[in-house]
């Protein structure tokens, strides 16, 4: 069995330094992919190791993990118009026509995800589009998943016309003639649409996961939560794995359709036990997802009390409250863990009165239900988290009063709601597990990015001074434990998370410790390698 003896380093183990030494220690070394030794006895081992690592006084950690994610739709955006990056509507159009013209060959242009600020209340009008690209269909993602901006044609290849009615998870936006606009809100709306184009291959789907997949072991992650999966990605996921093109682990969560989720019992039982019977390293399938709600910018995140800016409304519920406690239920049975997006202070007492039914008609068991998002929790609701046992995840770079913030969520929420948004602190204080996500390609997905916003709760540009709810600020090293250790809870995977003789050697060496920089200079850090069960997964160049 090699033996591999890292040193000229500070490791930091995710537990508490030994009060004998009062100093870190600065060697790790490895063996069959995990922990032989720390400190002092991994120096020791290094004359008989088969390779030895200088990490040039970088540090060593246990590897980071995403707790909320959606790999194949961040890889499906590095295959279709780079939108991304796009300040303006006008930027936005002109990149589809640059896309447009360098693929003729496409009979549908899909891409994502574009920034909703850009345009008034987040509406955008096919007609932009149709000015350039006025005969193929075009259907942009946004950046929160739950919007989609199309052209004429495409509403037209959907079926869709003027008659078409809003339903109860579907929202259709008009211009002042009563026109649809081109902007479609949640599932039927945007469904409506996607359902017409034709579906990715499974050779692109494998495509999306490698490049997704790479990019994350470039930032130092070895696990990652696909928060969104249909039945049908999941073949593209077992020929990956058997490709061996998963740069990371994997573990899915199905989606649980509120229109059909009893047809889907069999599906997902059947899916999962193809998934087990494969016995992939790097896949697993553990995990259902429902979405309980929607999001607040669009008003459909489910509210207690109506919107600021539209008292006629309190959101979206996607999933009515009796369904949703018989479907955990059911889905129980297989043994699955539920992991709900609620957003809303409704829709998140919805998911954990459906979680204490659980427990009350099953019985206790080691589920580790996952609530996330937590944008907005009644502090009536907040402790129910630690009583219950239910994890907190929580994406740390929404945790800022950046333009989507100020422009679209406040106005939503008014001043006194806004100042409840993303308690971390508090849940935290309340004994609550948190694990931390990025919800990528939604936002960042380099944990080193996420790292100072949950310390500063400010944007890049110290804004504003002292942090915004500075309560609710958490110091680095606890918000290193939550990409850490809180994420391998998640995962069930008591074995990762710290670094400790007989773990799992999930590692990542850093040029600079986290700990030692201002928060702000947090993302400049240099990841230089990773390793998944000691085998190395990225090297940086230079």
Same mark, same amino acid.
């Given at each position: 069995?090699?033996?591999?003896?890292?040193?000229?380093?500070?490791?930091?183990?995710?537990?508490?330094?030994?009060?004998?030494?009062?100093?870190?220690?600065?060697?790790?070394?490895?063996?069959?992919?995990?922990?032989?030794?720390?400190?002092?006895?991994?120096?020791?081992?290094?004359?008989?190791?088969?390779?030895?690592?200088?990490?040039?006084?970088?540090?060593?950690?246990?590897?980071?993990?995403?707790?909320?994610?959606?790999?194949?739709?961040?890889?499906?955006?590095?295959?279709?118009?780079?939108?991304?990056?796009?300040?303006?509507?006008?930027?936005?159009?002109?990149?589809?026509?640059?896309?447009?013209?360098?693929?003729?060959?496409?009979?549908?242009?899909?891409?994502?995800?574009?920034?909703?600020?850009?345009?008034?209340?987040?509406?955008?009008?096919?007609?932009?589009?149709?000015?350039?690209?006025?005969?193929?269909?075009?259907?942009?993602?946004?950046?929160?998943?739950?919007?989609?901006?199309?052209?004429?044609?495409?509403?037209?290849?959907?079926?869709?016309?003027?008659?078409?009615?809003?339903?109860?998870?579907?929202?259709?936006?008009?211009?002042?003639?009563?026109?649809?606009?081109?902007?479609?809100? /949640?599932?039927? @709306?945007? #469904?409506?649409?996607?359902?017409?184009? %034709?579906? +990715?291959?499974?050779? *692109?789907?494998?495509? $999306? =996961?490698?490049?997704?997949?790479?990019?994350?072991?470039?930032?130092?992650?070895?696990?990652?939560?696909?928060?969104?999966?249909?039945?049908?990605?999941?073949?593209?996921?077992?020929?990956?794995?058997?490709?061996?093109?998963?740069?990371?682990?994997?573990?899915?969560?199905?989606?649980?359709?509120?229109?059909?989720?009893?047809?889907?019992?069999?599906?997902?039982?059947?899916?999962?036990?193809?998934?087990?019977?494969?016995?992939?390293?790097?896949?697993?399938?553990?995990?259902?997802?429902?979405?309980?709600?929607?999001?607040?910018?669009?008003?459909?995140?489910?509210?207690? /009390?109506?919107? @600021?800016? #539209?008292?006629?409304?309190?959101?979206? %519920?996607? +999933?009515?409250?009796? *369904?949703?406690?018989? $479907? =955990?239920?059911?889905?129980?049975?297989?043994?699955?863990?539920?992991?709900?997006?609620?957003?809303?202070?409704?829709?998140?007492?919805?998911?954990?009165?459906?979680?204490?039914?659980?427990?009350?008609?099953?019985?206790?068991?080691?589920?580790?239900?996952?609530?996330?998002?937590?944008?907005?929790?009644?502090?009536?609701?907040?402790?129910?988290?630690?009583?219950?046992?239910?994890?907190?995840?929580?994406?740390?770079?929404?945790?800022?009063?950046?333009?989507?913030?100020?422009?679209?969520?406040?106005?939503?929420?008014?001043?006194?709601?806004?100042?409840?948004?993303?308690?971390?602190?508090?849940?935290?204080?309340?004994?609550?597990?948190?694990?931390?996500?990025?919800?990528?390609?939604?936002?960042?997905?380099?944990?080193?990015?996420?790292?100072?916003?949950?310390?500063?709760?400010?944007?890049?540009?110290?804004?504003?001074?002292?942090?915004?709810?500075?309560?609710?600020?958490?110091?680095?090293?606890?918000?290193?434990?939550?990409?850490?250790?809180?994420?391998?809870?998640?995962?069930?995977?008591?074995?990762?998370?710290?670094?400790?003789?007989?773990?799992?050697?999930?590692?990542?060496?850093?040029?600079?410790?986290?700990?030692?920089?201002?928060?702000?200079?947090?993302?400049?850090?240099?990841?230089?390698?990773?390793?998944?069960?000691?085998?190395?997964?990225?090297?940086?160049?230079?």
């Amino acid at each position: 069995m090699p033996l591999t003896v890292f040193r000229h380093a500070t490791v930091w183990t995710g537990l508490p330094t030994p009060s004998d030494t009062g100093r870190p220690p600065a060697a790790l070394a490895v063996r069959d992919g995990r922990v032989a030794a720390v400190g002092a006895a991994a120096e020791a081992l290094a004359g008989a190791a088969d390779e030895v690592l200088d990490l040039d006084g970088g540090l060593l950690m246990p590897a980071f993990a995403d707790g909320h994610c959606h790999p194949d739709q961040a890889g499906f955006e590095a295959l279709g118009p780079r939108i991304r990056p796009c300040t303006s509507v006008d930027e936005l159009v002109a990149e589809v026509a640059r896309y447009a013209a360098e693929h003729p060959e496409a009979d549908w242009i899909l891409g994502g995800s574009y920034d909703a600020t850009l345009a008034p209340d987040g509406l955008f009008d096919a007609r932009w589009l149709d000015a350039a690209v006025p005969d193929r269909p075009v259907a942009l993602r946004a950046w929160d998943y739950h919007t989609l901006w199309c052209n004429t044609e495409a509403m037209r290849r959907a079926g869709l016309d003027d008659s078409v009615k809003d339903s109860e998870r579907g929202r259709f936006p008009r211009r002042p003639d009563g026109s649809l606009m081109g902007t479609l809100v /949640e599932w039927d @709306a945007v #469904d409506a649409v996607l359902g017409a184009a %034709p579906a +990715w291959s499974r050779d *692109e789907r494998v495509r $999306a =996961l490698a490049i997704a997949t790479r990019t994350y072991a470039a930032a130092g992650v070895t696990w990652i939560q696909d928060a969104w999966v249909e039945h049908e990605a999941v073949d593209a996921y077992l020929a990956a794995a058997r490709q061996g093109v998963l740069a990371t682990r994997v573990n899915l969560a199905l989606r649980a359709d509120p229109s059909r989720w009893r047809e889907q019992l069999a599906e997902f039982a059947a899916d999962r036990d193809r998934i087990e019977a494969a016995g992939l390293d790097r896949l697993t399938l553990r995990t259902v997802k429902f979405f309980v709600d929607g999001i607040i910018e669009n008003r459909t995140a489910a509210l207690l /009390e109506p919107y @600021a800016d #539209d008292p006629c409304t309190r959101g979206m %519920p996607l +999933w009515a409250a009796a *369904e949703l406690r018989e $479907a =955990l239920l059911e889905f129980d049975r297989l043994g699955l863990q539920p992991h709900l997006h609620a957003i809303g202070d409704a829709g998140i007492r919805t998911a954990l009165d459906a979680l204490a039914h659980l427990t009350e008609v099953r019985g206790p068991r080691d589920r580790r239900p996952v609530i996330a998002h937590v944008q907005m929790v009644d502090p009536e609701d907040l402790p129910r988290f630690a009583e219950l046992g239910v994890i907190a995840n929580i994406e740390p770079l929404w945790l800022r009063p950046d333009p989507v913030m100020t422009d679209l969520t406040m106005p939503r929420l008014g001043e006194a709601r806004s100042r409840r948004q993303y308690p971390l602190g508090s849940l935290l204080r309340s004994g609550a597990r948190v694990s931390f996500g990025s919800d990528w390609p939604v936002t960042d997905h380099r944990p080193l990015a996420g790292l100072p916003v949950a310390v500063t709760r400010q944007t890049p540009q110290r804004r504003p001074e002292g942090g915004w709810l500075p309560g609710e600020r958490i110091d680095i090293e606890t918000a290193m434990s939550c990409y850490t250790a809180g994420v391998a809870h998640q995962a069930m995977a008591d074995d990762r998370g710290v670094l400790a003789p007989g773990r799992g050697a999930d590692l990542v060496w850093l040029d600079r410790d986290p700990r030692d920089c201002d928060p702000h200079d947090v993302p400049r850090i240099t990841v230089r390698g990773t390793w998944l069960a000691g085998e190395r997964t990225h090297h940086a160049h230079g």
